[in-house]
C-alpha cells in the first residue's frame, strides 16, 4: 500500500469522507486532496475548505457544477426519453460521469496517482466511479475505503473519529436520518431503513423536495416549456440556462408534489434494491419532452428511439457514459433532435404533470390531412386499400397455405 | 360489384352503421349479417337487434364478448408493460382483433364471402380490422364503404338516410358529440373537433369516464392487487374474472381522475393525429404490473422486455395481432410471466396512481443481501472490485492506447 | 392525365424504357427528358444519346456517376456490415437512392413536374425509387408505366414498338437472357426463368461476372487492403478512388470465383422471390471489414453495430435511405469509424474469400495481456473471481429461491 | 480452506487436470471426483479412469454425451442461425452449459460441497463453467485453481508433478501442440504460440480436422439435409440421430476443406483475443438452416429473429445459457420453428458450402405470384401505387414542411 503518494478524493465534508481523509493518510501514508462540487445537492459546499483544512488537507478544490451538470449530462440524457426500468430518471447515475472526470482531470492537474470515493461495495455507485476514472485514466490506482477497511458499523467508525480526533460534532445539527440520501440538481434518493421491506409504503416525513399530493395547492399551476433542439431554454419565455431551468422545474414540481417514485431496482451488481427518489424537475421535463418530439419527431426515428432508450439507460446505470457505446448512442439521439424545437404547455397539478397543449414551426403535426372534416384531396382514402393489401400480402399467402392463424 | 352474396357486417346500431347496411344492400345486391358485440363500450347492445331487423337483416348477431376481450386481449398485453410511442395503452387498437376474428368466424358460419365495417379510410382502424381479415380467412372480401362511396359529408349521410327511410331520430336523444369517440372496456378514445389543434386543451366536459383530478376525492384510496402469473386475479382479496377486473379498476380509477391522456401520436397510414384517451383500469394495471415484475422478475428479461415492447407496441397498434411475429413476442413475453405473482398495494389520488408496496412469495429481492446493515457475509464487497476491473478492462486498454476518451 | 407537362424518367436505353418514351409522350402528351447514368453496369451510356434522340427526346443528361455511387452509397452501407436476411448485400438496393435523387434534381433543374422510371408493380424497385423521389420532392407526380399501361406481354410491347417505329433491332445483337437482370458496380443480379423453382440449381451460363470455382486459378491469390475511418482506400499499397477500389477487387473477386450467392428472399411488397447474385467485391470487402473492426472496434459499440445491422439493412432493402431513421442509424454507425484503420490481407481461392492476417495503429488488441505467456502482470486472474461472483449473483439468488434452473 | 470436503472435476484425463486432482487432494485435503465426457473431442474417454485411478480417485464418471450436446445445445442454438460478432459459431461456448450441469448433478449425487475445472483465468470457459454451476446449485463452492495456484509456468508444472510422482509420460506419446485447442463434436479451436499475432497466417498444419482448400477434391459433393422443425432429421435421406448427423456432416465438410475461420474476437473478461477454429458440420448447417427459413419462415418474424441474434449469441458466449434471458430468446424462437421443414440441397466444394436447392411442403413462396410471367390476377399490381403513397406520406409531409432531404 506504501505506493500511493496522493490520492484524490471526493469529499462531501461530512462524517463518512472526512473520516477517509484521515484513513487514507493513515493508511496509505500518502497526500489526500480533496474535491467538493456543488451539484445542486442542496447543501453549502464551501464549509467543506475549513473541515479539510482541519484533516489538514493542503490541496482543496470546490467547484459549482451545477451548469456543466445539467448542459452536458442531464439534457443530453433528457433528449432520449431515458427510464431505467420503465421508472427510474437516473438522478444518482447521471452525476458519477461528471464527478469520475473531476477527479481525473485534478489528478492530473495536482500530480496524483490515485483517486477515492466513499461509496460501499454494494452499490452501483462505486462502479460508476471506477469505470468512469478508468476510462479516463488507464492507469489510475482507485482506493475505495469501504471495500477494504473494516469499519464497518457505526460504532466502529464513530471510535475511529474519536481516536483521530475528527470532531463528530459537525453533523450533530441535523437529527441522523434513517435513509441513506444522495441529491443532485435532479433528484434526491432514499434507500435503507424501513425501505428494505418492499411492502412498507415510505413515510409522508422522509421525502424532502415535494409536498405531498394532498398538500399541493387546490389549483393547477399551468407552465410553458421552450424548446430548441431537444433542449429547455426558457420557460414562461423568460430564457435560461440549463441549471436555472432544472431549478425552476424542481421549484414547481415540488410546490406541487411531482415526482416522488418508489421502486425496486435491479443493480447492476447483481441485487434487487428498493429506492424512492424525488424528481421533480425532471418528471415534469420528461413528459414534455415527448410532447414536443411527438409533434417534431418522424415515426420512424421515434420508434427506433424508444427502441434504443432502454440499452441507452442501462449503459448510464451500469456506469458506462464514458464509453464507446454511449458515445454511438447518443450519436443517433443527438442526431434526431435537430428539429425538436417549439414549446409545450404543463398542467401540475397534486402530483400530476400533464401536458396542455404543444406547438412549433417544425411542427409535422398537418392539421390539413389529420382533419376529420373534408381535406381537400390531401390525402386519398383509395390509396388505403393498395396499402392495406400488400402489408397483408404475406399473411394471406400463409394463411392460404394453411398455416396457423391464430 | 355483383359478386358478393353475403357480407358481415361490424354493426354498432349507430347511424353510421346503419347507413352501411343500406348501403350494402343496394351497392353490391348482397346478402348483410350484422355482428354486434358487447366488449365493455358502456352501450346496450340489444338494441342493435330491432335496428337491423328494421334495416332487413335476417341474421343477426349480438355476443357479450367482454370476457374474452380482456382474458385473451387486454391481459396478454398488459403482461409486456405495452405502452405505443411511450404513453399510448392501445385501447382502441387491442379490441381489433377480436372483432375481426369474430366477424371471420362468422362469415365462415353463415357462408359470407365478405365482411365490411365503419371505419374510414384515414385512420388505422380500417387496417387493423383488414390484416386480422386477410390473415384468418385470406380470400375474403372486405368491403370498406368510407373508401369507396361518396357519402363524404354529413349533409350526404342526412339526405341518404331520407331518400332511404332510415330512422335517424334513433341517435336524437343524445346531443351530437363534436367528437369521434370509441370505447370498449380498456378505454374511451376522443378525436376531431377542437383536438385538431395540438396547442388546444382539452375541454373538462368532453371527459366521460373520470372525474377530474381537481373534483376527485381529497382522500387516497388504497387498493390490492393480487397477480398470477402476469395476470390479475383478485382485487382486495375478492377473486375476479379478467373483465371484472377491468370494471372494478375503471371505477376505482374513474373516481379517482386516474388514467386521462392527450397526445399527438403516428398513425401506421403515415400522419400524425391528437388524441385524448381516458383508461382508469389500465392506467392503474400498467403500473402495478410493473411493482410486480420488480419483485419477481429476474434483470436480464426485464430488461429484454422493455427492448422488445417498443416493437411489440407497433405490431398491435398497427394491425398485426394475428401474425408470426406477435405470436413470436408473446411466447418471449410470456415465458417470463410464470413467476410474476403477489400483491401490489396501489394509491390511487386525484390522477395519480402510485404504489404503495408490493409483495410475493416469489420476490428476488433478497433483504439478506440488500441491506445497509451488516449482512453476515452473505455478499463479499471485496467481489465488487474484480467485477469492476474487468468490466473496465476493455476501456483501459482502449484508453491506453491513446482512444478518444470524452 | 393532361396535367404532366415534362417528366424525367430513368433511362436506360434498352428496348422497354424505349417504350416508355413513346408511351409517356403519346399517354400524357409531355415532354420527357431522359437520364441515364454509368453507375459500373458495364455497358456503354453513350449510345443511350441517339437511341433518345431518334425518340423524339430534347433534353438528355448522361453521367457517370461511378465515384458518386460507390462514395456515398456503397462504402457507407459497407461500414455497417450490412447483409439483408444474413445474406443478401444489397446490391440492387444500395443503387436507387442515387437514381432517385438524380431523377429529382434534373426534374427541379429542367422545370419537370414529373418522374417515371422502368420498374414493375411486384418488385422493390418501384418502392425504392418512389419513395426517394417524394422523399426529396414531395410534389412530384410520379408515372410508372408498368402498373398503367396494358402492354403486359412481350407480344403486346412488340406490337407497340411495330406501331409506333421503335427500332427494336437495337437489342437485336445479343441473345434475349432468359433472366430478368440489374448490374450496377456493387453486382448484377438475375430472377425469373428457371430461377422460379427454388429447387433448381442455377445453370453455369448464367453468370457473368466471376468464373465458377471449379474453373477459378488452382493457386490462391493474396490482396492487401488499406482502410481508413472504415473505408478502403488503397490495394496492395497503391491508393485508390473509391470506385476504382471496387472496380479492382470485382476483378479480383471475379477471377477467383467469388461472390455468387443464390437466395430466396422477402420483398418489401409481401411476396417471397428468388434470386442470384454476383458480388465478387463487395464479398471480399464484408470480410475484410469486419476483419479490420474486429482489431479496432470497442466490444460493446461492435456488439450493438450488429444489433442495429439487420433494421439498417431492412431501411435500405426497403427504399428508405433518405429517411430520418436511415441517417439517424448512419450517424451512429459512422460514429464508430473514426479508428476503423489499418490493413487486412485476404486470401482469394476458389470462391473463398478467407482473412490471412490484420494489422493496425489501431488496434485495441493488446497482446501482452491476451498472451498465454507469462503476461507480467498487466492482467490479474484473481479479478476474474469478482467478475464471475456477482455476475452470477442474480442466478444464485434465483436459484437459491427454488426457481426453474433449466 | 479446509471447509470443502468433496469436489467434482471437470476430468479431461490429460496432464493439467491430472495435476489439478493432486493439487486439490493435497490443497483441500478433500476427496475428489472425476467427470470426463465423451463430447465429440475425438479422444477416447475411457483411458481417463486408469489414470484417475492412479491418482487415488474413487468415485469416478466417464459418460458419453454426444447425442445430448448436439440435441439439447448445437441444435436449439443453431435454430437461430447464431454467430457471435458475425463469424464465430461458439463451437466451445456451446459445450459449456452441458458440463457445469452435469458437474452439478454428479455433485449432488456423490454429495460433493464443490466443483473445479482446469480454465484459466483469462478466458471465457472460467465464467462459463462457474455461471452455470452457481446457476444450478447456488451454493455451491467452485476452485478455480489456475487462478489460486502458483504452477504459472510448464517448468513449475513438471516441477510438481516431479514432486507428486504424476506420471508425465502419458502425454509423451504426441508432440506438443504449440497451440492451446479445444475439440468437441462442434469444432475444434486453436489459441497461442504464432496466432498471438494477428497479421500472422495459421499455418497449414496447424488445422486438424479438414484438408486445406487446395488440397480438398476438384469435383463438388452435393448432400440434401432433410429438416422437420428448425432440425435436421436425415441426411440423403437416411435418418439418423442429432450426433450422427453432425459427425456426418463433419466429415463431409472436413474431407472438402470447409469450416476454417480466423477471427479476433472480444472475450467476455474484456480483452481481444485470437482464435482459429475449425467447424466443417456448423458451416454447412449455418448456411443450410437459412435455406430452409428462407422458404418456410414468414418475413417479419425472420427479421426478428436476425435482430434478436446478436443479443441470443452474446448470452451464450458470455456463458448464460442457464439464464433467463436465455429461455426467453429461446421461447420466441423455438416458436418461429414449427415449419421450418423441408429439404435443403448443398454443394461442397473446396471450402465452400453453398445452396443449391431447397423445397419444402411448408414453403410460402408462391411461385404464382412471384412470377415475372402472367400472373392470372394473384397479385394486383395496382395496389403498389397506394403502398408506396402511404408509405411515403411521412416522408412527404417533413418535406413539404422544409426538413433536411439529404
Given at each position: 500500500?506504501?505506493?500511493?503518494?496522493?490520492?484524490?478524493?471526493a469529499y462531501s465534508g461530512g462524517l463518512d469522507t472526512s473520516v477517509i481523509v484521515k484513513w487514507l493518510q493513515e493508511t496509505y501514508?500518502?497526500?489526500?486532496?480533496?474535491?467538493?462540487?456543488d451539484i445542486g445537492q442542496g447543501e453549502e459546499v464551501e464549509p467543506a475548505r475549513t473541515k479539510a483544512q482541519a484533516l489538514g488537507v493542503k490541496e482543496i478544490h470546490i467547484e459549482d457544477l451545477r451548469e456543466e451538470f445539467v448542459r452536458d449530462y442531464v439534457y443530453p440524457m433528457?433528449?432520449?426519453?431515458?427510464?431505467?426500468?420503465?421508472?427510474?430518471?437516473?438522478?444518482?447515475?447521471?452525476?458519477?460521469?461528471?464527478?469520475?472526470?473531476?477527479?481525473?482531470?485534478?489528478?492530473?492537474?495536482?500530480g496524483a496517482d490515485a483517486i477515492s470515493h466513499g461509496a460501499t461495495g454494494k452499490g452501483n455507485d462505486q462502479v460508476r466511479f471506477e469505470l468512469g476514472a478508468y476510462a479516463l485514466k488507464p492507469g489510475v490506482k482507485v482506493i475505495a475505503p469501504w471495500r477494504e477497511w473494516?469499519?464497518?458499523?457505526?460504532?466502529?467508525?464513530?471510535?475511529?473519529?474519536?481516536?483521530?480526533?475528527?470532531?463528530?460534532?459537525?453533523?450533530?445539527g441535523k437529527k441522523k436520518s434513517p435513509y441513506s440520501m444522495d441529491a443532485n440538481l435532479l433528484h434526491i434518493s432514499y434507500e435503507g431503513g424501513i425501505l428494505e421491506d418492499p411492502w412498507a409504503e415510505a413515510e409522508e416525513d422522509m421525502w424532502r423536495w415535494s409536498v405531498s399530493p394532498e398538500t399541493a395547492p387546490d389549483q393547477p399551476t399551468y407552465v410553458e416549456l421552450t424548446y430548441a433542439k431537444?433542449?429547455?431554454?426558457?420557460?414562461?419565455?423568460?430564457?435560461?440556462?440549463?441549471?436555472?431551468?432544472?431549478?425552476?422545474?424542481?421549484?414547481?414540481?415540488?410546490?406541487?408534489?411531482?415526482?416522488?417514485?418508489?421502486?425496486?431496482?435491479?443493480?447492476?451488481?447483481?441485487?434487487?434494491?428498493?429506492?424512492?427518489?424525488?424528481?421533480?424537475?425532471?418528471?415534469?421535463?420528461?413528459?414534455?419532452?415527448?410532447?414536443?418530439?411527438?409533434?417534431?419527431?418522424?415515426?420512424?426515428?421515434?420508434?427506433?428511439?424508444?427502441?434504443?432508450?432502454?440499452?441507452?439507460?442501462?449503459?448510464?446505470?451500469?456506469?458506462?457514459?464514458?464509453?464507446p457505446e454511449r458515445r454511438m448512442l447518443q450519436a443517433a439521439i443527438d442526431e434526431t433532435q435537430k428539429n425538436v424545437s417549439g414549446v409545450v404547455r404543463m398542467k401540475l397539478y397534486k402530483g400530476g404533470a400533464t401536458v396542455a397543449g404543444r406547438k412549433s414551426d417544425q411542427s409535422l403535426f398537418d392539421e390539413s390531412i389529420a382533419t376529420f372534416e373534408d381535406d381537400a384531396g390531401a390525402y386519398d382514402q383509395k390509396d388505403a386499400e393498395g396499402f392495406i393489401k400488400l402489408n397483408a400480402l404475406r399473411l394471406r399467402i400463409a394463411a392460404g397455405k394453411g398455416r396457423q392463424q391464430d
Open positions: 500500500m506504501s505506493d500511493v503518494k496522493k490520492v484524490v478524493l501514508d500518502c497526500e489526500v486532496v480533496t474535491f467538493t462540487a433528457f433528449r432520449a426519453n431515458t427510464l431505467y426500468e420503465g421508472e427510474y430518471l437516473l438522478g444518482t447515475s447521471i452525476a458519477r460521469p461528471l464527478i469520475a472526470r473531476r477527479l481525473i482531470e485534478i489528478a492530473n492537474q495536482t473494516n469499519l464497518t458499523s457505526r460504532e466502529k467508525l464513530m471510535a475511529y473519529c474519536q481516536q483521530h480526533d475528527i470532531p463528530v460534532d459537525f453533523s450533530s431537444g433542449d429547455i431554454v426558457a420557460i414562461d419565455d423568460t430564457p435560461m440556462r440549463p441549471h436555472e431551468v432544472l431549478e425552476t422545474l424542481n421549484k414547481l414540481g415540488g410546490d406541487n408534489g411531482i415526482g416522488r417514485l418508489d421502486i425496486v431496482e435491479n443493480r447492476y451488481v447483481g441485487m434487487k434494491s428498493r429506492g424512492c427518489y424525488e424528481t421533480p424537475g425532471g418528471t415534469i421535463m420528461l413528459r414534455a419532452h415527448r410532447a414536443i418530439e411527438s409533434l417534431t419527431l418522424d415515426r420512424e426515428e421515434a420508434h427506433l428511439k424508444d427502441e434504443l432508450m432502454p440499452k441507452y439507460a442501462e449503459v448510464i446505470y451500469n456506469g458506462y457514459w464514458w464509453s
